[in-house]
């Protein structure tokens, strides 16, 4: 059972930057999973952010982050990252990661496996 564990959320002021961590326990993430971050804003249906393949040759973004947001992951650390430039008020919301088994369909989030908790990021204008 693989646990994941969010950080680095906070309050930024619009423009600025953040960078999201999630780290693994309870399994690895050498090569063997997928993963995605989703964000939930109050009043507002979970979205999809980004996704990066198991080699991390291979990434995608929503639109609206496209240009702004990064995604990174180094498998020897267990460790995912969401470099989030540029942000805006609209960006305000509860980022999750997620680990799923799959290659595909990884803008869903009903085909991932397992879940963090998340962290809060705020920016204010």
């Known amino acids: 059972q693989v646990q994941l564990v969010e950080s680095g959320g906070g309050l930024v002021q619009a423009g600025g930057s953040l960078r999201l961590s999630c780290v693994a326990s309870g399994g690895s993430l050498s090569s063997y999973y997928s993963m995605g971050w989703f964000r939930q804003a109050p009043g507002k249906e979970r979205e999809f952010v980004a996704h990066i393949s198991r080699s991390g040759g291979s990434t995608a973004y929503a639109d609206s982050v496209m240009g702004r947001f990064t995604i990174s992951r180094d498998n020897a650390k267990n460790t995912v990252w969401l470099q989030m430039n540029r942000l805006k008020p609209e960006d305000t919301a509860v980022y999750c990661c997620?680990?799923?088994?799959?290659?595909?369909?990884?803008?869903?989030?009903?085909?991932?496996?397992?879940w963090g908790q998340g962290t809060q990021v705020t920016v204010s204008s």
């Open positions: 997620a680990a799923s088994n799959r290659n595909s369909g990884l803008r869903s989030a009903g085909f991932y496996d397992y």
